[in-house]
């Protein structure tokens, strides 16, 4: 019987012992990938699950710090807009700046202001984009376009507002007398120079004041036409000389007969003549046969003769004093030889003679 339960215990021994190898061995086998024997005879070779890890390989590159923008080279200018060393963003944002300041326009003492952007456009990044490849110190052209209507129709307004109309002086007569409206001066500004000096200005970029002057303006007629006026009342047979619209002088006449009136109405002094000649009209059938009388003392027209507008009439003279203060003549107007030499040197051509 302990023969038997030797043996038992030798078996259990053997047994646990062969349990605890078995174990061992397949934690070698696990944790060994692959056995190989070199010999003559090849082992066979028992290959087990293996994990395997991946490895990555991070590349490093390193950037290079960014370099400086490039800019204009120095001492360029655009327009005369000083943008050297600036970049091109820069120097638009200069050049549009110096472009959009107001021109100034001074009429004689007004100041008038303009704003360049309402009457042109200008090119600023075709001329800075020429500036970055420019020269040193040199100066790129800025193209402008001018609104050309734009301009002209400010002009006109400009020149509206500054010019005025020359005003005539005019006569009247109230009753007799002479009634003198005085003449006004214009004023007139040249349309054509102020558009040039302003398209001038945009096109150059300049921003210094234009300065324009307006002219005065004559009037057609002024208060000098009117500095002698002659009237003649043919009822009282009287001639008044006035001067600047006051009496100066009155003479005794002798006016057209009733079959020869002298004309009624406003009529000027177109011609003078001194020792004229008198030439019977051929119009008139009293002179019919008569001939030309030269200076001397029998001649009809005195000494003196200032013919009016009124065709064939004049103030003149006279070899018949004795009719002065009636109406015997043909139509003119007679003086004693005196009077029409003095009234001769105290008128003009032009003078106005007012008929009543």
Request: aromatic content about 6%; glycine content about 6%; hydrophobic content about 40%.
């Given at each position: 019987m302990k023969r038997l339960a030797a043996i038992g215990l030798f078996l259990l021994g053997l047994g646990c012992a062969g349990m605890f190898s078995g174990t061992v061995i397949a934690d070698i086998t696990t944790s060994t990938s692959?056995?190989?024997?070199?010999?003559?005879?090849?082992?066979?070779?028992?290959?087990?699950?293996?994990?395997?890890?991946?490895?990555?390989?991070?590349?490093?590159?390193?950037?290079?710090?960014?370099?400086?923008?490039?800019?204009?080279?120095?001492g360029?200018?655009?327009?005369?807009?000083?943008?050297?060393?600036?970049?091109?963003?820069?120097?638009?944002?200069?050049?549009?700046?110096?472009?959009?300041?107001?021109?100034?326009?001074?009429?004689?003492?007004s100041k008038l202001v303009l704003e360049p952007r309402l009457f042109s456009s200008?090119?600023?990044?075709?001329?800075?984009?020429?500036?970055?490849?420019?020269?040193?110190?040199?100066?790129?052209?800025?193209?402008?376009?001018?609104?050309g209507a734009n301009v002209r129709s400010w002009v006109a307004?400009?020149?509206?507002?500054?010019?005025?109309?020359s005003v005539d002086a005019t006569l009247a007569f109230k009753g007799e007398r002479p009634?003198?409206?005085g003449d006004r001066p214009g004023r007139s500004l040249n349309a054509k120079k102020l558009t040039q000096r302003i398209v001038a200005e945009l096109a150059s970029n300049s921003r210094l004041p234009v300065r324009v002057h307006t002219v005065k303006v004559a009037p057609?007629?002024?208060?000098?036409?009117?500095?002698?006026?002659?009237?003649?009342?043919?009822?009282t047979n009287r001639l008044t000389l006035y001067d600047d619209g006051k009496l100066y002088r009155t003479f005794?006449?002798?006016?057209?007969?009733?079959?020869?009136?002298?004309?009624r109405g406003t009529f000027h002094i177109v011609?003078?003549?001194?020792?004229?000649?008198?030439?019977?009209?051929?119009?008139?059938?009293?002179?019919?046969?008569?001939?030309?009388?030269?200076?001397?003392?029998?001649?009809?027209?005195?000494?003196?003769w200032m013919g009016i507008s009124a065709p064939g009439v004049g103030i003149h003279g006279t070899d018949a004093p004795a009719s002065i203060g009636y109406s015997a003549s043909h139509g003119c107007v007679r003086m004693q030889v005196p009077d029409a030499e003095w009234l001769f040197d105290h008128v003009d051509i032009g003078t106005t003679v007012h008929i009543v």
């Open positions: 692959a056995t190989t024997t070199t010999g003559t005879t090849a082992a066979p070779t028992t290959t087990a699950p293996t994990t395997t890890a991946a490895t990555t390989t991070a590349v490093t590159t390193t950037a290079r710090p960014p370099g400086p923008p490039p800019t204009i080279p120095a360029v200018r655009v327009a005369g807009v000083k943008v050297g060393g600036l970049t091109p963003a820069a120097a638009v944002q200069a050049v549009q700046t110096a472009y959009s300041r107001p021109l100034a326009i001074v009429v004689d003492r200008a090119y600023v990044s075709t001329a800075v984009a020429k500036a970055r490849i420019a020269e040193p110190r040199s100066n790129v052209k800025l193209v402008v376009a001018i609104r307004r400009v020149t509206k507002r500054f010019s005025r109309q009634v003198i409206h057609t007629v002024s208060a000098d036409a009117f500095a002698h006026v002659i009237t003649i009342n043919r009822s005794p006449v002798a006016t057209g007969q009733a079959i020869y009136p002298t004309p011609v003078k003549y001194r020792n004229p000649w008198w030439y019977p009209p051929t119009s008139s059938s009293w002179a019919q046969g008569l001939k030309p009388v030269p200076p001397g003392p029998s001649n009809p027209l005195g000494t003196r």
